[in-house]
């Protein structure tokens, strides 16, 4: 996704570049997700279960066999299945799962909000401590405070989610009890309010039952500084590295000659260009808690996506981990996407 | 590297290795590499790294000497059942009665198992889709990056239990779905490298004197691409070892009794509050070894990768 259409100036040509280059994100954007489907087809044509046999049970006479066969369509061409498939994913029917008996967008909906609450909520735990933890480690460059960050990048790099999940459970939960345990919100509490949103700290505070919102808040405190740690591993080491290549550019001794103070020069002209990259890091960034949502969600009980797909995988529901994957895969892409498209508007070089 | 003697006087064999003048490519090499492993050596935690990966594989082969108990079969299940720590289990026993130290000494046998797998089975494909990709560029460079894109597209963790899924739990499809979840990045790799090769002029001479396409890119690109491969095959090591660790931690990698470290976790998730070292001591075992590889990965890049570095 290389930015190699430079703009000349005229308005006819940038209108025509601008064109091209929308057609060309929608072309990408289409292939991929295309592609995505294939692969979760594919995985899915080679499960060992029979999809006929889950439906009907393997007592079944064979032409109640044979009839279920045919409506799910797989006596048809694979190349003609793959169509179904595709017409059916694009307008988000993946089927019924197994388990729930719902369909399986239905399911993805109801669990979905839960983890968008837990990533994005890591997100700006680990955007808000990364960013200045990398700003301060690239200027004091060597020092302490370096060091720091270097070990924070270490660990986090090294350690296994679950398993700090779970001694950070033993430790803050367990033995000092500053936290709520597993799961979202205490049963007492969960006839208090109303799901609208589907975001219980949102939802309480929104229907002001603030006993309810503290519960809250103190369950999703713990998993979300977890993810804000792997978060900010990743955000303060990027800003290091970004913030030290631009300490050593031309403008930023000129600012300095110009008599600007040392905090101007580094907060608002070298952060300043080194944002735009890290636009794209903090996406990134958040893609990645998608993923360790999915054990982080098992250790903590926490019902969003993740534990869905899990379960669903336990209880070997291909529909409902397909349909989970193929969500996940395309909130990835898009991701991707819009920071690729955040990266070129924000940086003028690119235009 | 020439200033600063760091020896007094070098020694016969050092004066032979840094020889300005080498006398046989043997001995250039060998001098190369010698430099290597001194600048490798300045970095304590490279070293540190080094050294846990270098234990890791001692211990998977000499685990029948190092672990005092069998990893399978448990003690008395009415007195030995999750036993502290102690002199005589140093990290404790299991529900079943089991050594924990020895089920960790044995697990990294299963480790080192995945790893060695995976690496074998992805970094190949990578290299090969990576290379000819490069080297052809047109349509084939479109269609294999594009599938290359897809497969980045998933969070590996994801797809890896999709595949598993399919495929169903075990060790040997949890080593197939990390591989196939590994390579994207390794192809991205070579490609660019092989951009860079492609145009120069010792493959003009080669495909001058006739060579074949498959020649030139097995014979002249692929082992240009190695070294960074390398770099990035042993950084991504840690992340091979969670994932594996994850998928045995939901069950879906090596099935019990196995001792993977990953499985180990999630039996100690059930007494975690009051058996605390059911889980935390495989789970040390895992941070280990992955902050081994990454601390062994970053110590490589600076050796090998000086422009990558900073």
Request: aromatic share 12%.
């Given at each position: 996704m290389a930015s190699e259409t430079m703009t000349r100036s005229g308005g006819h040509d940038a209108l025509r570049s601008f064109l091209k280059r929308t057609a060309q994100f929608l072309l990408v954007l289409a292939t991929t997700l295309l592609g995505l489907i294939a692969v979760t087809f594919f995985i899915g044509r080679v499960v060992p279960i029979d999809p006929v046999i889950a439906i009907v049970g393997d007592r079944a006479p064979a032409h109640v066999y044979e009839r279920a066969r045919e409506e799910l369509g797989l006596d048809l061409p694979l190349i003609q299945q793959f169509g179904i498939y595709v017409k059916k994913a694009v307008t988000g029917d993946f089927g019924n799962s197994v388990l729930t008996t719902n369909p399986v967008m239905t399911d993805i909906a109801n669990v979905f909000p839960a983890t968008l609450e837990l990533a994005t909520l890591g997100t700006i735990i680990g955007t808000l401590l990364g960013i200045p933890l990398g700003v301060l480690a690239a200027v004091k460059r060597g020092s302490l405070i370096d060091q720091l960050v270097r070990l924070l990048g270490l660990v986090g790099y090294s350690v296994p989610i679950f398993w700090l999940g779970l001694m950070s459970l033993l430790l803050f939960y367990a033995k000092l009890g500053w936290v709520g345990g597993p799961g979202r919100i205490d049963v007492t509490y969960s006839y208090l309010y109303t799901p609208v949103t589907g975001i219980v700290l949102l939802d309480t505070a929104m229907q002001g039952q603030w006993d309810a919102f503290w519960d809250a808040v103190s369950h999703i405190a713990l998993p979300a500084c977890l993810l804000g740690y792997f978060s900010l591993a990743y955000i303060s080491r990027m800003t290091r590295s970004f913030m030290l290549n631009e300490l050593a550019q031309e403008y930023v001794i000129a600012a300095r000659v110009k008599g600007l103070s040392e905090m101007r020069v580094i907060w608002r002209h070298a952060l300043r260009n080194a944002a735009v990259p890290l636009v794209t890091v903090i996406a990134l960034s958040y893609a990645n808690l998608l993923e360790g949502s999915v054990l982080t969600e098992t250790v903590f009980a926490w019902p969003g996506l993740g534990q869905y797909i899990t379960n669903s995988l336990q209880n070997a529901d291909m529909n409902a981990v397909l349909g989970g994957t193929l969500v996940i895969g395309a909130v990835f892409v898009l991701l991707n996407l819009v920071s690729d498209l955040l990266y070129r508007l924000l940086d003028p070089r690119t235009r | 590297m020439v200033g600063a003697p760091p020896f007094p006087q070098p020694s016969a064999t050092q004066a032979w290795l840094l020889s300005p003048e080498p006398s046989s490519r043997w001995q250039a090499r060998l001098g190369r590499g010698y430099l290597g492993w001194r600048a490798f050596t300045k970095n304590p935690l490279a070293v540190l790294g080094l050294g846990i990966v270098v234990l890791l594989i001692l211990v998977a082969i000499f685990a029948d000497l190092i672990a005092p108990y069998s990893p399978i079969a448990g003690g008395d299940l009415r007195t030995e059942r999750l036993?502290?720590?102690?002199?005589?289990?140093?990290?404790?026993?299991?529900?079943?009665?089991?050594?924990?130290?020895?089920?960790?000494?044995?697990?990294?046998?299963?480790?080192?198992?995945?790893?060695?797998?995976?690496?074998?089975?992805a970094t190949p494909i990578g290299l090969l889709v990576g290379t000819v990709s490069g080297y052809l560029g047109g349509w084939v460079d479109t269609v294999l990056m594009r599938i290359t894109d897809i497969f980045l597209a998933f969070p590996r963790l994801i797809l890896a239990l999709a595949f598993v899924a399919a495929l169903g739990p075990g060790i040997e499809n949890a080593v197939i779905a990390i591989a196939i979840t590994s390579w994207p990045p390794y192809a991205r790799i070579a490609r660019a490298e092989t951009l860079t090769i492609r145009n120069s002029d010792f493959i003009a001479a080669v495909k001058l004197q006739g060579a074949s396409t498959p020649r030139i890119i097995l014979g002249h690109v692929v082992p240009l691409c190695i070294s960074s491969l390398i770099i990035r095959v042993t950084l991504d090591m840690a992340g091979i070892i969670l994932t594996a660790a994850g998928l045995g931690f939901l069950g879906l990698g090596a099935q019990p009794p196995m001792p993977e470290w990953g499985a180990m976790v999630a039996t100690g998730r059930n007494y975690l509050i009051d058996q605390w070292w059911v889980a935390a001591m495989p789970g040390i075992a895992i941070f280990v070894v992955s902050l081994g590889f990454n601390l062994l990965g970053d110590g490589l890049r600076d050796v090998l990768d000086p422009k990558a570095a900073k």
């Open positions: - | 036993l502290p720590p102690s002199a005589e289990h140093w990290f404790g026993t299991d529900d079943l009665a089991r050594d924990i130290f020895s089920r960790v000494v044995y697990g990294s046998r299963i480790t080192l198992w995945v790893i060695v797998l995976v690496a074998l089975i």
